[in-house]
């Protein structure tokens, strides 16, 4: 791993380097639970999704739901990693009220994939490598909530028995920034590929962080492991307060205890959970009521052959094809959608010219109000269209701007637009140059000015542009400009 | 009306078909017999509303002659079932209110099959027990006494309720549960017949699991025929325990009666104990003698691991039943006992809930498991039993079956070895090698001691191969004409 | 390896049972034979043995990805000691 010194944090002793792992949960996009019938759509009944196998009455049995199988597998070729033939599932075993077997069915020591690498390209245009080393399939637990009755906690079981993926990086990501970078690309990557929602508010991904720091060089220090974040800027905010919390105990004199924490989201801050745990002791064994999972290689072969292109073999597409810059290729690649946005925008148009209104108006406008792109008042035809329409010189740039915002607020395509508005360019040569002529008997001064200073040239661009509303073609009145005021052309 | 006392399930079901009994006769009869008998304290629970109805409809089913395998048999059935809208506690307070909604796997099929049901059987706690003495509801008293005592004692276990009521003649055929040994070794104290099939020839669903590696449903009844048919109806493959085997079921009854002329048997040496009975030596040369005399080849052969089978199944089972159990907190079902916060309410509803035995058993299974212990204890056994199943392998190279005894010793009097959890636990040492390698074990009664008490004779088939066990055990049983039966003093 | 009360009594809260103080002696005496009895398995060379996975030589069975089960509330709080409205309880839990 490249050291990247840039990250350093300063402190009261000099300089600290934070170090971050994430293991995170990802629902498997399935109908059904892992291991039983009952469905796992968000935001049933109280326990109306729960089958007798996932409150765990006495005699139940798990079978394991195959499709959540093939979503696993996909999902580790998606993270180029290594798929495992056989597999193992255990039972880790621990009380709590949302657990109802008091086990959860998990993998431990063979999980179903092992190591893989993810890239995360960051806003200064460096890219880093970070290291998967295993995903495994699990139960989720069910949901407990605190505050719907004064003396008791309610026990909700619809989430009991989801299939979950952790996904367990290494420890190679150095800062908050990088931590929540890592957790978008690996969500873009999920999307890509349709075996997870990524749904944080519905808690479809969420992510233990752990952090440490050290002294450059030095060995790892001893981690605190924050459970449970669930948006990917809490994930930066938390890494950036523990690591912090971290320095000022170990310069105060402390040492860090290891220990899983809580993050409160409204006050930005991790604090040791209040119920004490005993050292965890989770009994893994071989959950006895299941096989080895086993597979032949054929099956990865047929799901390999079904993956769509991914983000990353997208972004070197877009640059090697299309000619756009890695930076822009990586935002229109960082979810499917966009990309397919995109895509449509570009088909048979110039494709920098159409990212860069994708990545420009279109996105500022998104951003303003607040829309993500399948909402976008802008459909990717009309903004096709309104490309067309300045290659074509019906409209100049100036004016794409204007029609533009007509479009977001109308959902009008821009050709009725520039016809009902009479927004169509001039690029009759009379009426241009008799624009230029006013302009330049108005202002014999500047005229002589202009002499000496060619640059002055952009003034008069622009007194001709206002004169004609804008509507003159750029090209046109340059041409013109530069004759009648005997510029170097 | 038959005669209950030499009535078979066989005999039954062909009386039924040619209607020289009704089921509601034949069902009324049996319930003034579980009424009569409620000192042994083999039923739990008692449906003979639910009994009468089914047997109505069986008998609508016969005139119809839409008859299953077991139309309008009355049957019991071991707590350890769920049974939809009948108690089950599996003998424990923990479960002491639990009503299944739902019908385990295998008593379904037999009530699809025609069976009738008159109840509940005792057992021990969880299955955790060779006596019936870890119920939660009192032990079941054998209906067997020694020539000339009264002492009470017991029936074996965990399917010790099973095997006394059949035994009693409460019910033609009882469905029991073999973790270890809790089909096979109560049959052999209680003198009648029960077969622990393949793991995986019935399903598990349904069943309260006690170690899920090892836990097999099967039949106790008066005689292998009976066991035959009975199996029939419980096995096959089930799409909801992934464990259960998606292998066709033959036709057991029909493999009765085709003698053993020509079959090899096996005789382990190493299950002769150092101490063993000189009256369960003697059964088994006998029958080592009647199947020579029926024209098998008896030859020697080793199971070098066999002492180790015991020590291996007192981890792994306690360690697959302390995750098992961990689902019984006082949350969802079964016994609650309050308490400050919810760690506290689960310490004392499975305090307040288990038994000493299951608790021990629980103690024990967390130990093995916890960190640091895992590969000392857990993961030598699981290792061990490789060794076992591979020893059982090797020997079905020589030969078709092996030949056993059963059991240790004879039934033993209530309390006698409740102080002492390892002299209990030998009650199994021939019966637990079979479950450790997931073989069918047939157990089959072979003779009396001098005080009059059954004894059984074990044989041990390949996988799946339940049809050599009918076969051979009906030989024993021709050769053993085993006629004892209990005097009913409880009546 | 042999256990004393301070194991009985991290075991048992591992296990979730509340054994009484006076019971963690004689239960650390009753697993201390259960245990020295089991340990005749370290005469056993097994460095080369294969832990059985399971006695059933099958392929794990598979389900479809089809929701077929569920909606049966009512049944599973039939035998809840404590339900209210469809919820399991439990005495609050602070994290």
């Excluded at chain 1, 206002?466 to 009648?484: E, F, H």
């Excluded at chain 2, 048999?73 to 809208?85: E, N, Q, R, Y």
Aim: glycine share 8%.
């Amino acid at each position: 791993m490249t050291n990247r010194t840039g990250k350093l944090i300063e402190g009261a002793t000099g300089k600290w380097e934070v170090v971050i792992g994430l293991e995170v949960h990802a629902q498997v996009l399935s109908k059904a639970k892992l291991f039983s019938g009952a469905a796992t759509a968000f935001g049933a009944a109280p326990n109306a999704q729960v089958s007798l196998v996932d409150a765990a009455m006495p005699g139940m049995l798990p079978v394991i739901n195959e499709f959540c199988v093939e979503q696993a597998i996909r999902t580790g070729l998606g993270l180029n990693a290594k798929i495992n033939l056989v597999s193992v599932f255990d039972r880790k075993n621990y009380f709590y009220p949302d657990l109802p077997a008091g086990y959860q069915i998990s993998q431990y020591k063979q999980p179903i994939v092992g190591e893989g690498v993810v890239l995360v390209d960051m806003p200064n245009g460096e890219t880093i490598e970070v290291g998967i080393e295993r995903l495994h399939l699990e139960q989720d637990a069910g949901k407990s909530s605190h505050d719907m009755h004064p003396s008791l906690s309610f026990v909700d079981l619809n989430r009991s028995g989801i299939a979950l993926m952790e996904i367990v990086s290494r420890p190679d990501l150095r800062s908050g920034e990088e931590a929540a970078a890592y957790l978008k690309k690996l969500r873009t990557i999920l999307r890509y590929l349709g075996t997870c929602d990524g749904n944080m508010d519905e808690g479809s991904m969420r992510a233990d962080v752990n952090v440490s720091v050290r002294k450059p060089g030095a060995e790892y220090g001893t981690r605190c492991e924050i459970k449970n974040v669930n948006s990917m800027r809490f994930v930066q905010i938390a890494a950036e307060y523990e690591a912090r919390r971290q320095i000022d105990l170990i310069e105060g004199g402390g040492k860090v205890e290891q220990e899983t924490r809580l993050f409160d989201s409204r006050t930005g801050e991790t604090r040791t959970m209040r119920s004490k745990e005993e050292a965890h002791d989770y009994r893994y064994f071989p959950d006895p009521d299941l096989l080895p999972l086993e597979f032949e290689q054929a099956l990865i072969d047929r799901i390999k052959a079904s993956l769509p292109e991914l983000p990353d073999a997208r972004k070197q597409r877009y640059v090697s094809q299309f000619g756009l810059s890695p930076y822009d290729a990586g935002v229109l690649v960082s979810d499917a959608e966009t990309a397919a946005y995109y895509e449509e925008v570009a088909k048979g148009r110039d494709p920098k010219i159409a990212a860069n209104w994708v990545t420009g108006d279109l996105f500022a406008m998104l951003n303003r109000l607040n829309l993500s792109i399948t909402q976008s008042p802008v459909s990717a035809a009309n903004l096709g269209a309104l490309i067309d329409l300045i290659a074509d010189n019906t409209i100049s740039g100036r004016i794409a701007k204007d029609v533009f915002q007509i479009m977001v607020e109308t959902r009008d395509a821009p050709g009725a637009i520039v016809e009902a508005r009479g927004l169509r360019q001039v690029t009759d040569t009379s009426a241009i140059e008799a624009a230029i002529d006013a302009v330049i008997a108005a202002n014999p001064d500047k005229v002589a000015e202009v002499a000496a200073k060619p640059k002055m040239a952009g003034w008069f661009v622009g007194q001709v542009m206002q004169k004609t509303g804008g509507k003159a073609n750029p090209a046109v009145v340059n041409q013109l400009l530069a004759k009648k005021l005997n510029l170097p052309g | 009306m038959s005669d209950l006392a030499t009535l078979t399930l066989a005999g039954a079901r062909d009386a039924l078909r040619r209607k020289k009994i009704s089921s509601r006769e034949l069902t009324t009869s049996f319930i003034k017999e579980v009424e009569g008998a409620r000192g042994l304290n083999a039923f739990v629970t008692e449906t003979p509303e639910l009994a009468l109805d089914m047997a109505t409809r069986a008998d609508a089913r016969l005139s119809r002659g839409e008859a299953g395998i077991l139309e309008g048999v009355p049957l019991g059935i071991k707590d350890l079932f769920c049974t939809k809208g009948v108690k089950t506690t599996a003998g424990s307070k923990i479960l002491g209110n639990f009503v299944p909604t739902y019908e385990s796997t295998v008593t379904r099929q037999m009530f699809d099959a025609g069976a009738v049901m008159l109840g509940k059987l005792n057992m021990d706690e969880f299955a955790m027990g060779s006596s019936n003495e870890t119920s939660a509801w009192g032990p079941v008293i054998s209906p067997w006494r020694r020539k000339g005592s009264n002492t009470p004692l017991v029936p074996g276990g965990s399917s010790g309720g099973s095997a006394a009521a059949v035994s009693a003649r409460l019910c033609l055929g009882a469905t029991g549960t073999d973790t270890g040994g809790s089909i096979r070794q109560p049959a052999a104290v209680a003198g009648i017949t029960g077969i622990k099939p393949t793991y995986g020839r019935c399903s598990r669903w349904g069943i309260v699991a006690f170690a899920s590696s090892l836990d097999q449903a099967g039949p106790m009844a008066h005689t292998v025929r009976d066991c035959a048919i009975m199996l029939q109806a419980m096995s096959g493959h089930d799409p909801k325990d992934s464990t259960s085997a998606p292998i066709a079921v033959p036709d057991f009854e029909a493999a009765i009666g085709k003698g053993v002329k020509g079959m090899r048997v096996g005789i382990p040496k190493e299950y002769r104990l150092d101490g063993m009975p000189s009256e369960i030596e003697a059964l088994w040369a006998q029958g080592i003698a009647w199947m020579k005399d029926a024209g098998a080849e008896v030859i020697d052969v080793s199971l070098p691991h066999t002492k180790y089978a015991l020590p291996a199944y007192y981890i792994v089972a306690p360690a697959e039943a302390s995750s098992n159990l961990a689902r019984y907190d006082g949350v969802r079902y079964g016994l609650r006992v309050n308490g400050d916060d919810v760690i506290d309410l689960y310490e004392k509803s499975r305090a307040a809930g288990f038994g000493r035995e299951v608790q021990r058993r629980i103690l024990i299974g967390t130990y093995v498991l916890s960190a640091g212990y895992y590969d000392a204890y857990y993961l030598r056994a699981q290792k061990i039993r490789t060794l076992i199943a591979r020893d059982f392998e090797q020997a079905f190279e020589k030969c078709d079956m092996l030949l056993t005894p059963t059991s240790p010793s004879p039934a033993f009097g209530i309390g006698e070895k409740t102080d002492d959890p390892i002299s209990m636990y030998l009650n199994d040492v021939f019966t637990v090698t079979v479950n450790l390698a997931g073989l069918p074990g047939i157990s089959v009664p072979a003779g009396v001691n001098n005080e009059g008490l059954p004894l059984g004779l074990q044989l041990i088939g390949r996988a799946f191969d339940e049809a050599t066990l009918f076969r051979a055990g009906q030989v024993i049983e021709d050769a053993a004409a085993f006629k004892a039966r209990p005097d009913s003093w409880w009546k | 390896m042999s256990v004393d009360e301070k194991t009985v009594r991290k075991v048992a809260k591992l296990a979730r049972l509340a054994v009484p103080e006076e019971r963690l002696a004689p239960m650390a005496g009753e697993l201390n034979k259960i245990l020295a009895w089991v340990e005749q398995l370290g005469e056993l060379d097994i460095k080369n043995v294969e832990p059985m996975t399971s006695v059933a030589k099958m392929r794990l069975m598979r389900r479809a990805d089809v929701v077929n089960d569920g909606n049966i509330a009512d049944d599973l709080m039939k035998n809840a000691p404590n339900a209210i409205d469809n919820y399991f309880t439990v005495p609050k839990v602070v994290e």
